[in-house]
Each structure stands twice: as C-alpha cells, then as structure tokens.
C-alpha cells in the first residue's frame, strides 16, 4: 500500500470529484490508474513526427507554404524582416 499525504483542501477536491461520479474517492482513484496507459512508443525523431502529421495536408494547402519558411523562420514566426540569403 502506497500512502499519499494531500492538504485538507486538496482531499476534499479529490473526494468532491469522486462524489460528482457517483464514486468512493477509493474507487475513483483505482479508475483514474487503470486509465493511466505507461508512455512505451519509441522515441522517434522530429523529423518523422513532423512528416507523419504533414501527410494528410492537402497538396492545394502544401503549395501555399512559403519555400523559404526554414532559414527565414524569424519572418514568418515574428514578422521581423527577412534575412539577406
């Protein structure tokens, strides 16, 4: 058994939102762990990550993407004046 120690407060907001489900805050705790899922994907590079949520962009959307977006990022993040190339 695991002990937790919460402030008075914070016990009764827990408890409160067990309540508000119709729950022992026992219960409500035991749910909200076997809801928890343990991070096991793989590290990936950015790159990838960036890639697999870009595939589904439509290529009417792609062509209005400025060509230069990578080393004049300032400008298009910040507004600030693009850099001479």
Do not use: N
């Not at 928890?36 to 595939?55: G, L, N, W, Y």
């Not at 400025?66 to 190339?85: C, L």
């Amino acid at each position: 058994m695991t002990v937790i120690e919460l402030s008075d407060e914070q016990a009764a907001a827990l408890k409160a939102k067990a309540e508000a489900e119709g729950l022992s805050l026992q219960e409500w705790i035991q749910q909200l762990a076997e809801r928890a899922q343990p991070f096991t994907q793989p590290h990936r590079h950015i790159a990838d990550v960036i890639c697999e949520s870009m595939k589904d962009v439509p290529p009417e959307i792609m062509a209005t993407m400025p060509k230069d977006g990578a080393s004049q990022h300032d400008h298009y993040i910040y507004g600030w004046p693009k850099r001479e190339e």
